[in-house]
């Protein structure tokens, strides 16, 4: 599989990469070691010593450099080697590793896996919602032994809920729901509204509607490539306009580590002008939403995988529903984005 290189991915939560310590992450088969300088900037180089291969990520932090834990060379976080405690000490000028491009915003620390010239920190999306500064945000952390692009399938396809969430996140309406589909440059927006619905009870309490109303409920989600999806999700009882009634901005954000694996962010984010109250709130839907992905979608999407094996999804012929035609114009605008970073010929 190509992936998309000259674009930003999700690589970590800006927590999980702490003060004097090492974190390693495989991103698009690369491995990678984050850490954070003297200054608390987050780095990010490849994770493989140029001398004997070994794991940069199983050595020490000194100061602002990785020292590997095999024969002590050291790399700054520009993939300098900056220390060589053998003989005297004289630096080979082979002993460098790749250094990637890695910007902290939204709660995130974006990396860039192409071509270091070309990374502008201006196209990673817009996720601000996510911004701590004015939101509370609650945050959660998946492994999925699935290819990237089935999850974003998933989510730009929210029809499979009324079967796979029935007691969680589904309800009857949602297979009837009215749908729609727009191409916004390389954007796309897959929206779908249920009228006169009976949501699952915990959706009430969510969104403090009385139990039982029926609402006419929404889920619109911007996908930008590769996976990085903002999913919008509100109601508002029935016969009502839908800026009287409550949306919740749902993040989701999904990064391939292999061909058939992936790492998956997501969370629920409240203004923090709702008070104090609703950072307890958004940690608490977190953990609520957090079960139906790991236990219904996870289970599912990874069935999905062992049935396709190593064929392309395209190569298996699928069969298609009126619910995939956002999903379908992600992937053809993703097909479309790696195709021209082919080489001439190469397409």
């Known amino acids: 599989m190509s992936f998309l290189r000259n674009v930003w991915y999700a690589a970590a939560w800006g927590n999980e990469i702490k003060a004097g310590e090492l974190f390693q992450r495989t991103l698009l088969n690369e491995p990678v070691v984050f850490f954070r300088d003297t200054q608390g900037n987050a780095q990010a180089i490849a994770d493989r010593c140029p001398h004997r291969f070994a794991p940069l990520g199983m050595g020490i932090l000194k100061g602002d450099a990785v020292r590997c834990p095999y024969h002590g060379l050291e790399f700054d976080g520009s993939g300098t080697c900056v220390h060589n405690p053998h003989g005297d000490g004289a630096i080979p000028k082979a002993a460098k590793v790749k250094a990637y491009p890695l910007v902290e915003r939204y709660s995130l620390l974006w990396?860039?896996?192409?071509?270091?010239?070309?990374?502008?920190?201006?196209?990673?999306?817009?996720?601000?919602?996510?911004?701590?500064?004015?939101?509370?945000?609650?945050?959660?952390?998946?492994?999925?032994?699935?290819?990237?692009?089935?999850?974003?399938?998933?989510?730009?396809?929210?029809?499979?809920?009324?079967?796979?969430?029935?007691?969680t996140l589904g309800g009857d309406g949602v297979k009837s729901a009215l749908t729609s589909v727009q191409e916004e440059g390389n954007t796309v927006w897959s929206n779908r509204q249920t009228v006169a619905e009976i949501m699952p009870e915990f959706l009430y309490t969510a969104w403090n509607i009385p139990q039982g109303t029926p609402v006419d409920r929404w889920i619109d989600v911007r996908w930008d490539a590769p996976a990085?999806?903002?999913?919008?999700?509100?109601?508002?009882?029935?016969?009502?306009?839908?800026?009287?009634?409550?949306?919740?901005?749902?993040?989701?954000?999904f990064t391939p580590e292999t061909e058939t694996t992936t790492h998956y962010w997501f969370s629920v984010c409240f203004p923090k002008a709702m008070g104090e109250f609703a950072e307890r709130f958004a940690d608490e839907q977190a953990a609520?939403?957090?079960?139906?992905?790991?236990?219904?979608?996870?289970?599912?999407?990874?069935?999905?995988q062992r049935m396709m094996g190593a064929a392309s999804f395209?190569?298996?012929?699928?069969?298609?529903?009126?619910?995939?035609?956002?999903?379908?114009?992600?992937?053809?605008?993703?097909?479309?984005?790696i195709a021209a970073e082919q080489p001439a010929g190469a397409q």
């Open 111 to 167: 990396i860039w896996m192409g071509d270091a010239q070309l990374a502008d920190a201006t196209l990673i999306p817009d996720f601000s919602c996510m911004d701590e500064a004015h939101w509370y945000v609650g945050k959660r952390y998946l492994h999925a032994r699935a290819n990237y692009v089935l999850e974003t399938d998933n989510i730009m396809d929210l029809s499979h809920i009324e079967f796979l969430h029935p007691s």
């Open 228 to 253: 990085n999806m903002l999913l919008f999700s509100g109601a508002v009882a029935t016969g009502l306009p839908r800026d009287k009634g409550v949306s919740t901005p749902i993040p989701h954000l």
């Open 288 to 304: 609520a939403i957090s079960r139906p992905f790991a236990d219904e979608d996870l289970p599912m999407l990874e069935a999905q």
């Open 314 to 337: 395209w190569d298996l012929k699928p069969v298609l529903l009126i619910g995939d035609a956002g999903a379908v114009r992600a992937r053809r605008v993703l097909d479309r984005m």
